[in-house]
């Protein structure tokens, strides 16, 4: 049996971009996957999406952002497919524009989708895996949960909480000696639909910040650590392992490149998209997106970092073994 097979995993976000994907392949591995964004359309075809993939998908609209919402929709889960033994947290939002362009309801909205969305999942799965004392919970978080970047203040700011939220309760776990785990994905950047429906202020088309990753990439990482969540995080891609280790080592440099390039690498020479932006509403309430943004032509399919994250150990082990072998060759060389 897959590791998740038969078992109950919610998934918020479900219905587009990487949310999309990490459903598909949670019914690949046979799970039982609840379903929970505002998309009817997203929402209903995700939901095919599982059956296809061998799983079984039931669909729980809400708003992340609400608490009672999210709640409601657990106990119904809870009611209808059994106890929940994984919450991922992917949904969010964004706004891409000038710290001094965003309206304060925008970046409220913003905060509480991609940060209190999380903390809601958050505390509403720990109320009902705590009885149980078992469980695994998966935040998905990002490169620029540890490094800010211009035009996305909200969004890093939200991001940022998320990383000192999740350490905060797992220290709480960690005390009790609970036998929840909750652990953290962080995130290059990723080919989703977000691009084209994301409320933006730009000149032109909002673009992730090559290099770009197909969401699959994602997904396989997120099963992964819901699989595996004893790891406190699992870091996603070569360019998120290079922003946070040169975060660490010179953030000052990394603030005075992202201020010559941050904003320009962050838009293509296209002229902005029209439509319903999904900060207020709903893109996908008509219009089913999938998990696939516009950019598959420069997007890779796979990350050779995210194999040594997932085989750390081992990886070290080996390592450590042949500079043992190496160190000892050169001592019989010198006798």
Not at 222 to 232: Q, S
Request: aromatic fraction near 8%; glycine fraction near 10%.
């Amino acid at each position: 049996m897959a590791p998740l097979e038969g078992r109950v995993v919610v998934v918020t976000g479900a219905s587009g971009g990487v949310g999309r994907a990490v459903v598909r392949q949670l019914g690949h591995q046979g799970a039982k996957v609840a379903l929970i964004a505002r998309g009817t359309a997203g929402l209903g075809a995700a939901a095919v999406d599982v059956g296809v993939e061998g799983g079984i998908g039931k669909v729980f609209e809400a708003d992340i952002a609400d608490y009672d919402q999210v709640r409601a929709a657990a106990e119904r889960i809870e009611a209808e497919m059994g106890p929940i033994s994984v919450w991922i947290n992917t949904a969010f939002s964004s706004v891409f524009a000038r710290f001094t362009d965003i309206s304060p309801d925008e970046f409220s909205r913003t905060t509480a989708v991609t940060y209190l969305g999380y903390v809601w999942g958050t505390k509403v799965a720990l109320d009902l895996m705590r009885p149980r004392n078992a469980g695994a919970i998966v935040q998905t978080g990002s490169a620029l949960s540890q490094r800010g970047i211009p035009l996305q203040s909200a969004y890093c700011g939200a991001k940022h909480a998320i990383k000192g939220f999740t350490e905060s309760v797992r220290t709480e776990l960690l005390a009790d000696r609970s036998g929840i785990d909750i652990t953290l994905v962080q995130l290059p950047a990723v080919n989703t639909p977000q691009f084209d429906w994301v409320l933006s202020k730009l000149r032109r088309h909002p673009q992730p910040v090559p290099p770009i990753y197909q969401p699959e990439v994602a997904a396989r990482a997120i099963v992964y650590a819901a699989e595996h969540p004893e790891r406190k995080e699992y870091w996603v891609g070569a360019s998120t392992a290079a922003t946070l280790l040169a975060q660490r080592v010179a953030p000052a440099l990394v603030d005075r490149y992202l201020a010559r390039t941050g904003a320009r690498s962050q838009q293509t020479d296209e002229k902005p998209p029209e439509g319903v932006a999904n900060l207020w509403e709903p893109a996908d309430g008509d219009v089913d997106y999938g998990a696939h943004g516009s950019f598959d032509a420069r997007s890779h399919a796979h990350s050779p970092q995210l194999w040594l994250s997932q085989h750390r150990g081992p990886v070290l082990l080996a390592l450590a073994g042949g500079a043992a072998a190496a160190w000892a060759a050169r001592r019989l060389r010198g006798r």
